[in-house]
């Protein structure tokens, strides 16, 4: 497995924190997916053998929870909440701008491949609705406007890395 | 009659200007000193507080906290575990985000109380796997705790030891329900247990006796722990003590988060006094009074029959601006408290629509282990989505109702009555518009909002 050094060392010390190595399951698959940025074969096998347990039993986990991905993503990842409090107060307006601002439809990765846009179940911030989660940072009542905004300062920042 | 006055006791400190989430901050604030206390009191003693305070759990269910305690197996000789259920997901609701981001050692001491009270070693916060940032707070709190010797081994001395780790869920509603989040935190897909025998306080992580809290809840044990049992018992009404929190959203002029003494505030106040009523040139419609899952209420129905006051039973004849916010009032109409996420919709919405809405977020969180739910969820998402994207039938609302009578009852956990509540209201008490969505949809503007 091919990781960061620190990313090993939290590995190793995330397990301590459980009785029952198993438990280490969702932790160690965070861990890799913020390094890997996807969860490979190789990385399922991996864990399996770290955890003393069947492939299969990291697998199932995978495919369970929504968050841990199969295939890489955009630079970015973009989600935009779609439950009924943003949904009233235009959620889909603000994930079709997105979309429409990156040229990509939701689920694939932008021409470009700097964003995934996606939409995702409530994300707990219904006061501010509509918001959206982009990579670890949530904005809040993103409107049109404010969609195009923080599409803008995506895609200046892209420009000032080539 | 305007709505009562605020009291914040557990959100005192939310979005106060220059208090920070750091720990100094915390103890200018008179932080940890109610830890220090309770170190010093028998354990026994903090339980019966909780008892007597009448706590009822925050999470939703609103099952009294000093119950849950009493029934946690002491005898098995197995350790006891603690876990903070900071899994909120119910749409809705969203108090718990701010309670771990502005203010998490109130949070971290609430929890060292209740392991203690209770003498559990090991609690786990498990946390929903959309807040990373909230994780990383509150891993810095309990570093920073840790190392004042509030957390970890030989508390203040004591010779009781406690650790506290945080848990990240990965975007399963489902693991908001204890005991999917116990198999969730075991490392395995989050399929809820069946109950008997596994219910936590005896059979619950790793097979040991486990207490499941809410972050509201044990920030109020915090409280509790401070002002005592009774006094808190004062606050509120009979039965619904303490202070409650609203989350309230979608359309009203003023969305957020308020915390009123329980069951002193109407909807009618919450929503017209508090929140500013509606949006200019609208009306209410309806609005779903705690977290998606709880039944619809709709404006103008009338809500009659007989309650205790007191020692007397009285009559009463409620509009849904008339409705005590408390857990038994609510239930009273048929309705619940739930985690007190408000969402109100006014005579924009149209109700087929927004039920779509609901359905979709259900059949994506089933986890699928009883066919009812995992089945019929998907058909109440296919059948309403069709009926906004596709071709839609008179009686497609009766077919939705079908589908919606045949979970409830027949799963293993309480999902398959959340996922067919908002059917069933919708539809009986909307009936009208999913009669006619067939012939209203042709004459709906194109370009309205999409809610689905």
Not at chain 1, 8 to 28: C, G, M, N, W
Not at chain 2, 158 to 163: A, D, K, L, N, R
Not at chain 2, 416 to 428: H, N, R
């Amino acid at each position: 497995m091919n990781l960061k050094p620190e990313t090993f060392q939290r590995i190793d010390e995330v397990i301590t924190h459980y009785p029952v190595k198993r438990s280490a399951t969702l932790p160690l698959l965070h861990l890799i997916q913020e390094d890997a940025g996807y969860i490979s074969e190789e990385a399922i096998t991996w864990i399996a053998a770290k955890l003393e347990l069947q492939p299969i039993n990291v697998l199932e986990v995978v495919t369970f929870y929504p968050m841990f991905r199969r295939a890489p993503i955009g630079r970015r990842h973009i989600k935009v909440c779609r439950t009924l409090s943003c949904a009233l107060s235009g959620g889909y307006k603000t994930c079709e701008t997105f979309e429409k601002e990156f040229c990509t439809h939701r689920g694939e990765i932008s021409p470009d491949g700097e964003v995934t846009v996606e939409f995702v179940e409530c994300l707990a911030s219904c006061g501010t609705a509509p918001v959206v989660l982009i990579d670890e940072t949530l904005h809040e009542k993103v409107d049109v406007t404010k969609a195009k905004q923080l599409s803008d300062q995506i895609k200046a920042e892209a420009k000032a890395r080539k | 009659m305007s709505a009562p006055a605020q009291q914040r006791i557990i959100f005192k400190h939310i979005d106060e200007p220059g208090y920070t989430n750091d720990i100094e901050c915390y103890l200018r604030n008179g932080g940890y000193e109610v830890l220090k206390k309770s170190v010093g009191r028998k354990p026994e003693e903090l339980i019966d507080e909780v008892k007597k305070s009448g706590l009822r759990g925050r999470g939703g269910a609103g099952f009294p906290c000093g119950v849950k305690w009493g029934l946690v197996d002491r005898k098995s000789g197995k350790p006891i575990y603690l876990i903070v259920n900071a899994d909120e997901s119910e749409p809705g609701t969203f108090k718990d985000r701010y309670i771990m981001h502005q203010d998490p050692h109130q949070l971290i001491e609430g929890t060292i109380i209740s392991c203690f009270a209770n003498n559990v070693k090991q609690a786990y916060i498990y946390i929903r796997g959309e807040m990373p940032e909230g994780a990383r707070i509150l891993e810095k709190a309990i570093a920073e705790a840790r190392a004042k010797n509030f957390v970890g081994p030989n508390i203040l001395g004591t010779g009781y030891s406690c650790e506290i780790y945080v848990h990240r869920g990965a975007g399963a509603y489902i693991c908001g329900e204890e005991t999917g989040l116990i198999e969730s935190l075991e490392g395995k897909r989050a399929n809820p247990r069946i109950k008997p025998p596994y219910f936590p306080a005896v059979l619950g992580l790793y097979q040991c006796p486990t207490i499941v809290n809410n972050v509201e809840t044990l920030c109020h044990v915090k409280y509790i722990a401070e002002h005592g049992g009774e006094a808190y018992s004062k606050i509120g009404t009979p039965g619904n003590t303490g202070t409650r929190i609203f989350c309230v959203s979608g359309h009203v002029q003023r969305p957020g988060y308020y915390e009123f003494p329980a069951g002193t505030i109407t909807m009618g106040q919450l929503l017209n006094d508090v929140c500013g009523g509606p949006l200019p040139g609208r009306t209410f419609k309806a609005v779903i009074p705690g977290g998606s899952s709880a039944k619809v209420l709709k404006f103008g129905e009338r809500y009659k029959g007989k309650r205790k006051v007191g020692a007397d039973m009285v009559d009463y004849d409620w509009g849904v601006e008339d409705v005590p916010m408390d857990f038994d009032s609510l239930a009273m109409i048929g309705s619940m408290g739930g985690s007190g996420g408000v969402i109100v919709m006014d005579d924009t919405v149209n109700m087929v629509e927004a039920l779509a809405n609901i359905n979709a977020f259900y059949s994506h969180e089933s986890c699928g282990q009883c066919t009812p739910c995992r089945e019929g969820s998907l058909w109440m998402k296919k059948i309403s989505s069709r009926m906004v994207h596709g071709d839609a039938r008179p009686q497609d609302g009766a077919l939705l109702k079908s589908v919606a009578d045949q979970i409830p009852g027949r799963t293993i956990c309480a999902f398959g009555e959340a996922c067919s509540w908002p059917t069933q209201s919708f539809i009986i008490k909307f009936k009208d518009e999913f009669d006619a969505y067939s012939e209203v949809k042709k004459t709906l503007p194109a370009d309205r909002r999409v809610l689905v």
